[in-house]
């Protein structure tokens, strides 16, 4: 039987694995980082954080709002996450280095909004993490207030490190893109094992 705290950790891990991947938000942070340095970008990473904190309360009230009928469709959506989630351990297996394009328009908080509110690997992740890990196991008002805020702030914090470390982390990918890969693949597919319904 899972604890409360190894599946406080889970969550976290789940929160720090879908956050640091590749994706849109991260590759967009990147190139604008190479453009245009941290400083001129930090207004479209609040965007970052302001589009995230929305997806991740939207996929939390549907999820709500579907009621005891969610309580019927959870095991289904979670079975969906863990598909998605091991869709991209095998998508890590098989990414090669790819050093993103430096990105001509110039970072705003709209442009860094617009990128997490259409990004479906957001939308796909929180409702896979709130039908697993939060509401079969919580129902208390502060503690799902707590995983609504959790998941964008590990996952924007995510998206900073990719922006100032982006330069840095190339050369690095580049030089150890086989063994990163299969790290992060590994690390999925640890996720994707704690999300099964059981």
Known sequence: MITASS???????????????PGPANTVSFASGVAFGTRCCLRQWLGLVAGFLAVSVA?????????????E?????????VGYILYLAVHMLRATPQVAEASTQRPTFRRGFLVQA?????????IA?????????????ALLMLA??????????????????????T????KHAKPMNILMAAALALCALTMLPL
């Open 118 to 126: 259409t990004n479906a690997k957001i939308a796909i992740a929180c």
């Open 59 to 71: 996929s939390f009230l549907l999820l709500w709002m579907l009621g005891n009928g969610a309580s």
């Open 7 to 21: 599946n406080v950790v889970a969550f976290l891990l789940y929160c720090f694995v879908q956050g640091i991947t």
């Open 129 to 141: 993490a709130y039908s697993s890990y939060v509401l079969p196991h919580t129902q208390q008002p």
């Open 148 to 169: 609504v805020v959790a998941m964008p702030l590990v996952g924007t914090l995510c998206n900073l490190v990719w922006l100032v470390c982006g330069g840095l982390l």
């Open 73 to 81: 469709l959870l095991p289904l959506i979670s079975w969906a996450g």
């Open 171 to 174: 050369g690095f990918y580049a």
